[in-house]
T-cell receptor, first 115, second 111 residues
Framework: DTGVSQDPRHKITKRGQNVTFRCDPI?????LYWYRQTLGQGPEFLTYFQNEAQLEKSRLLSDRFSAERPKGSFSTLEIQRTEQGDSAMYLC?????????????FGDGTRLSIL | QKEVEQNSGPLSVPEGAIASLNCTYS??????FFWYRQYSGKSPELIMF????GDKEDGRFTAQLNKASQYVSLLIRDSQPSDSATYLC???????????FGKGTTLSVSS
């Protein structure tokens, strides 16, 4: 049973550029989550998918952020016109059921650095 | 009041001792609680989850939940240097659509 896979592991880009991250959840996990984590803080929720439907988005998710999960399999998170404050670790997690009764398993994350 | 509060530490214990990590939360309706371990530069790794009041044991780890006091803890018995990490307490929001994390407690186990 492979774990959650995220790509790339690291991304360095200049301010103003667009970036896209990919997440492949654990097989048969219908529930997928994106979080963002900065140094010294716990992960902060960004968005949640059940199958292909995006059911919840955090207020943290500005208009520059968009996430998709076509066909209910892998997911992508895109950040447009990146800003210095976007520098963080972006974590993807998946679970068999909703967060209330099934634990989430995290991928290794994508570390984004904005120059 | 923050939704999930943890003492940031560092908590320092000698090898072989019991490490006690504590977490309080503000939402009385919270039902599901999780402990994750995170090594520096790595992603969170699930250690335990607990849904009912009382204790839940798994190897050297025991999670304790007291919903009346809005308190959840993690005990690590026979602490090892490899347990040195940040421990994140998390709870599910009531909709079951997200985890809410504390800032984490840094544990240092000295040999």
């Amino acid at each position: 049973d492979t774990g959650v896979s995220q790509d790339p592991r690291h991304k360095i880009t200049k301010r103003g550029q667009n970036v896209t991250f990919r997440c492949d959840p654990i097989s048969e996990h219908n529930h997928l989550y994106w979080y963002r984590q900065t140094l010294g803080q716990g992960p902060e929720f960004l968005t949640y998918f059940q199958n292909e439907a995006q059911l919840e988005k955090s207020r943290l998710l500005s208009d520059r952020f968009s996430a998709e999960r076509p066909k209910g399999s892998f997911s992508t998170l895109e950040i447009q016109r990146t800003e210095q404050g976007d520098s963080a670790m972006y974590l993807c997690a998946s679970s068999l059921g909703q967060a209330i009764n099934q634990p989430q398993h995290f991928g290794d994350g994508t570390r984004l650095s904005i120059l | 009041q923050k939704e999930v509060e943890q003492n940031s530490g560092p908590l320092s214990v000698p090898e072989g001792a019991i490490a006690s990590l504590n977490c309080t939360y503000s939402d009385r309706g919270s039902q599901s609680f999780f402990w994750y371990r995170q090594y520096s530069g790595k992603s969170p790794e699930l250690i335990m989850f607990i849904y009912s009041n009382g204790d839940k044991e798994d190897g050297r780890f025991t999670a304790q939940l007291n919903k009346a006091s809005q308190y959840v803890s993690l005990l690590i018995r026979d602490s090892q240097p490899s347990d040195s990490a940040t421990y994140l307490c998390a709870l599910s929001n009531q909709a079951g659509t997200a985890l809410i994390f504390g800032k984490g407690t840094t544990l240092s186990v000295s040999s």
